[in-house]
């Protein structure tokens, strides 16, 4: 064989090893990303219309994320947190559609306290989305309820199920630790 057809071999390998390399570490970031976030890399690449710009969207909100300064709650405002939802809890009782928007208040103050921006509900859900990927569609569908019930749209079926909701990122929110 001429020194040409070596050297011509010799490139052919290569590149499928940059590209068998190439394909294996996207493979890997995908992974990462599927793991890190659940059930929410489906819901993104969904949202997306594709693979990749779904995981830049992950991505994306990792790094914004990465660039809050969360923190852990202090342990006296902990505790007044959860004295506050037992308060919203038993007000469901009595007044479901009032507890809700409680509810949704005393996430936005927990929040806020731990270092999240809550001016809009759609970067908030994103931001939770990095620590919380369990929950947070279920805050989505929380906070969807709350809105219908501002509009005096819905029954205490839904407001039961919003309550939970809640509860759930609550719980996660004001048990969460932050990782220095």
Same mark, same amino acid.
């Given at each position: 064989?001429?020194?040409?057809?070596?050297?011509? /071999?010799? #490139?052919a390998v290569v590149i499928v090893a940059v590209l068998i390399l190439a394909t294996a570490i996207r493979s890997r970031r995908s992974e990462r990303l599927r793991e890190g976030f659940g059930p929410e890399y489906d819901r993104a690449i969904d949202r997306?219309?594709?693979?990749?710009?779904?995981?830049? %969207?992950?991505?994306?909100?990792? &790094?914004?994320?990465?660039? /809050?300064?969360?923190?852990?709650?202090?342990? /006296?405002?902990?505790?007044?947190?959860?004295?506050?939802?037992?308060?919203?809890?038993?007000?469901?009782?009595?007044?479901?559609?009032?507890?809700?928007? !409680?509810?949704?208040?005393?996430?936005?103050?927990?929040? /806020?306290?731990?270092?999240?921006?809550?001016? !809009?509900?759609?970067?908030?859900?994103?931001?939770?989305?990095?620590?919380?990927?369990?929950?947070? %569609?279920?805050?989505?569908? &929380?906070?969807? #309820?709350? #809105?219908?019930?501002?509009?005096?749209?819905? !029954?205490?079926?839904?407001?039961? #199920? &919003?309550?939970?909701?809640?509860?759930?990122?609550?719980?996660?929110?004001?048990?969460?630790?932050? !990782?220095?």
């Open positions: 064989m001429s020194t040409w057809l070596w050297a011509v /071999l010799v #490139i997306a219309g594709d693979r990749g710009a779904g995981e830049a %969207e992950l991505r994306d909100r990792k &790094a914004r994320h990465d660039e /809050l300064e969360l923190r852990p709650l202090a342990p /006296l405002a902990r505790k007044r947190f959860m004295d506050a939802w037992q308060g919203t809890q038993a007000e469901f009782v009595d007044d479901p559609a009032v507890a809700i928007s !409680d509810a949704d208040r005393l996430i936005q103050s927990v929040m /806020l306290d731990r270092g999240y921006p809550i001016e !809009d509900f759609d970067d908030r859900a994103a931001l939770v989305s990095v620590d919380h990927p369990r929950v947070v %569609e279920r805050y989505r569908r &929380a906070h969807t #309820i709350a #809105i219908a019930n501002a509009g005096g749209d819905t !029954d205490t079926e839904q407001l039961r #199920i &919003a309550m939970q909701d809640y509860r759930a990122l609550f719980e996660e929110l004001v048990g969460d630790t932050v !990782d220095a």
